[in-house]
C-alpha cells in the first residue's frame, strides 16, 4: 500500500470519523482506522463495534492498492504538527506504515486488517433518499425526549419508522413524548426500526452540514445513511416499541394558546427554586393570566405571573419544570397550543401554526 495525499485533506476526514475510536483492552484494534485504498479511492473506517463510520476520499496520483489498520489517535496528532499545504506520502513496508512529510519521517506499528470489525453483511429492507436538513430537524426536536440508561433498552433510542405517506420519528422516556413526522414517497416499503442514542447523538453531529440529499438504507439488524462521502451505519435496537398512539389525544378542544418566549421565561424564574429531586412547578391558567409557582424542600418559593387570552375554564397541574423547557428550547412558533386531557393525566404541546411535530408530558400527581 502506497499513495500520497495532501495534509490538510486527510485532517478534516479523520476529524469526520475520529469520535468513534475507542480505547478498549480487550479488543485494542478499535483504537485503529481501517486504511484501504482500490479503484481510485482511500476509505478510512472507524468503527466502536455498534457504530461505523466511512469516510471516502478520491485519490488522483499514482498508488499502490492494499489495506492496513494504524492507530487513529497516533496518526492525528502527527498531521496536525505538519503544516496543513505539505503532502503526506504514507507506505505500508513489512507491517510498518511510514508517515513521511517534508523533513518528517514517522514509522507507525500496525494491526492486521482482517481482525477490523466491519459491517459487511446488509439485507436492505427498505430505502429513500431525504434532505439532510429535514431529517436533521426531525432529530432535533425529539432526541431530548430519548431514555438514557433505562432498563428498557429500546427506550435507549429513538423509533423510525414509515407508515403511508409519513415518515415518523418518537422518542420517549417513559414520562414525556416527542414526534415528528414529514410526507415522504407512498411507494417507499413500510418499515419500523430503533435506533440507538449512540447513534442519533452521532448522525445529529454528521448532519451539520449544508442542505443535501441523504440515502437512507434500512437493514434486518443495521440503518445505513450515506451523507456525501460520508458512509454512517448503526446497529438497530432490538425490542418491540411503546405503542405511543395511545397516549396521543384523540380530541384537541380549547387549546390554551401561550406566547412561546413568555412561558420559557417565566419557567426559567421559577425553576431556580423548584425541588431539587422532583423539578415540579405548578402552573395555573384563568382570568387572563398564567401563573407559575415553585418550591423547594428548603421551604423556599417562586411565583411569576403573566398575562395569556385565555378566560374559559381554569386549568391547574404541576408539572416537571425542565420537561416543558426542553419542549420550548426546540419550537419555533411565537405561540404553542396547549392541551389537558380529560383525566389530568398528562399535556399536549404543538407548534401554534405546525402540526408535524407534538409532545406529551405526564402530569407530577399533586
Same mark, same amino acid.
Given at each position: 500500500? %502506497?499513495?500520497?495525499?495532501?495534509? %490538510?485533506?486527510?485532517? &478534516?476526514?479523520?476529524?469526520?470519523?475520529?469520535?468513534?475510536?475507542?480505547? /478498549?483492552?480487550?479488543? @485494542?484494534?478499535? &483504537?485503529?482506522i481501517?486504511?484501504?485504498? &482500490?479503484?481510485?479511492?482511500?476509505?478510512?473506517?472507524?468503527?466502536?463495534? +455498534?457504530?461505523?463510520?466511512?469516510?471516502?476520499?478520491?485519490?488522483?496520483t499514482?498508488?499502490? *492498492?492494499?489495506?492496513?489498520?494504524?492507530?487513529?489517535?497516533?496518526?492525528?496528532?502527527?498531521?496536525?504538527? !505538519? @503544516?496543513?499545504?505539505s503532502?503526506?506520502?504514507?507506505?505500508?513496508?513489512?507491517?510498518?506504515?511510514?508517515?513521511?512529510?517534508?523533513?518528517?519521517?514517522?514509522?507507525?506499528?500496525?494491526?492486521?486488517?482482517?481482525? #477490523? @470489525?466491519?459491517?459487511?453483511?446488509?439485507?436492505?429492507?427498505?430505502?429513500?433518499?431525504?434532505?439532510?436538513?429535514?431529517?436533521?430537524?426531525?432529530?432535533?426536536?425529539?432526541?431530548?425526549?430519548?431514555?438514557?440508561?433505562?432498563?428498557?433498552?429500546?427506550?435507549?433510542g429513538?423509533?423510525?419508522?414509515?407508515?403511508? =405517506?409519513?415518515?415518523?420519528?418518537?422518542?420517549?422516556?417513559?414520562?414525556?413524548? =416527542?414526534?415528528?413526522?414529514?410526507?415522504?414517497?407512498?411507494?417507499?416499503?413500510?418499515?419500523?426500526?430503533?435506533?440507538?442514542?449512540?447513534?442519533?447523538? &452521532?448522525?445529529?453531529?454528521?448532519?451539520?452540514i449544508? *442542505?443535501?440529499?441523504? $440515502?437512507?438504507? !434500512?437493514?434486518?439488524?443495521?440503518?445505513?445513511?450515506?451523507?456525501?462521502?460520508?458512509?454512517?451505519?448503526?446497529?438497530?435496537?432490538?425490542?418491540?416499541?411503546?405503542?405511543?398512539?395511545?397516549?396521543?389525544?384523540?380530541?384537541?378542544? /380549547? @387549546?390554551?394558546?401561550?406566547?412561546?418566549?413568555?412561558?420559557? /421565561?417565566?419557567?426559567s424564574?421559577?425553576?431556580?427554586?423548584? $425541588?431539587?429531586?422532583?423539578?415540579?412547578?405548578?402552573?395555573?391558567?384563568? /382570568?387572563?393570566?398564567?401563573?407559575?409557582?415553585?418550591?423547594?424542600?428548603?421551604?423556599?418559593? =417562586?411565583?411569576?405571573?403573566?398575562?395569556?387570552?385565555?378566560?374559559?375554564?381554569?386549568?391547574?397541574?404541576?408539572?416537571?419544570?425542565?420537561?416543558?423547557?426542553?419542549?420550548?428550547?426546540?419550537?419555533?412558533? +411565537?405561540?404553542?397550543?396547549? #392541551?389537558?386531557?380529560?383525566?389530568?393525566?398528562?399535556?399536549?404541546?404543538?407548534?401554534?401554526?405546525?402540526?408535524?411535530?407534538l409532545?406529551?408530558?405526564?402530569?407530577?400527581?399533586?
Amino acid at each position: 500500500m %502506497k499513495f500520497n495525499i495532501h495534509n %490538510k485533506i486527510l485532517i &478534516e476526514h479523520l476529524h469526520k470519523i475520529y469520535r468513534l475510536l475507542t480505547k /478498549n483492552i480487550s479488543l @485494542p484494534i478499535l &483504537e485503529n482506522i481501517l486504511f484501504n485504498i &482500490e479503484d481510485g479511492t482511500l476509505s478510512l473506517t472507524a468503527s466502536n463495534l +455498534e457504530l461505523e463510520l466511512i469516510s471516502n476520499i478520491t485519490i488522483n496520483t499514482e498508488y499502490q *492498492p492494499g489495506k492496513i489498520t494504524v492507530s487513529g489517535r497516533k496518526l492525528l496528532n502527527i498531521c496536525r504538527h !505538519i @503544516p496543513k499545504n505539505s503532502v503526506i506520502n504514507i507506505q505500508l513496508i513489512k507491517s510498518k506504515i511510514h508517515v513521511k512529510s517534508d523533513n518528517s519521517h514517522y514509522i507507525l506499528t500496525t494491526l492486521s486488517p482482517d481482525n #477490523f @470489525p466491519q459491517k459487511k453483511q446488509f439485507n436492505c429492507i427498505s430505502e429513500f433518499f431525504i434532505n439532510s436538513h429535514i431529517f436533521k430537524d426531525m432529530i432535533d426536536k425529539t432526541e431530548f425526549s430519548m431514555g438514557k440508561q433505562d432498563i428498557r433498552y429500546y427506550l435507549n433510542g429513538v423509533l423510525l419508522e414509515k407508515k403511508g =405517506a409519513l415518515l415518523q420519528i418518537v422518542a420517549t422516556d417513559g414520562y414525556r413524548l =416527542a414526534l415528528s413526522h414529514t410526507l415522504i414517497k407512498k411507494n417507499i416499503i413500510d418499515f419500523s426500526v430503533i435506533i440507538p442514542r449512540k447513534g442519533i447523538v &452521532e448522525l445529529s453531529r454528521l448532519l451539520n452540514i449544508a *442542505p443535501q440529499l441523504i $440515502h437512507i438504507i !434500512i437493514g434486518n439488524n443495521n440503518i445505513k445513511i450515506n451523507i456525501n462521502n460520508l458512509i454512517f451505519t448503526a446497529q438497530l435496537l432490538e425490542g418491540k416499541y411503546p405503542d405511543y398512539n395511545s397516549v396521543l389525544f384523540q380530541s384537541m378542544n /380549547n @387549546p390554551v394558546i401561550i406566547n412561546t418566549i413568555a412561558l420559557k /421565561n417565566s419557567l426559567s424564574r421559577t425553576a431556580i427554586l423548584s $425541588h431539587e429531586k422532583f423539578c415540579g412547578v405548578d402552573i395555573n391558567i384563568g /382570568n387572563n393570566q398564567c401563573k407559575i409557582t415553585s418550591d423547594n424542600q428548603e421551604e423556599e418559593t =417562586a411565583k411569576d405571573v403573566f398575562n395569556i387570552n385565555y378566560s374559559q375554564t381554569k386549568i391547574e397541574f404541576s408539572i416537571n419544570v425542565y420537561y416543558i423547557l426542553d419542549i420550548l428550547n426546540v419550537i419555533k412558533s +411565537e405561540n404553542i397550543l396547549l #392541551f389537558i386531557n380529560p383525566s389530568q393525566s398528562s399535556i399536549q404541546i404543538t407548534e401554534e401554526n405546525d402540526n408535524s411535530n407534538l409532545y406529551i408530558v405526564m402530569l407530577l400527581k399533586s
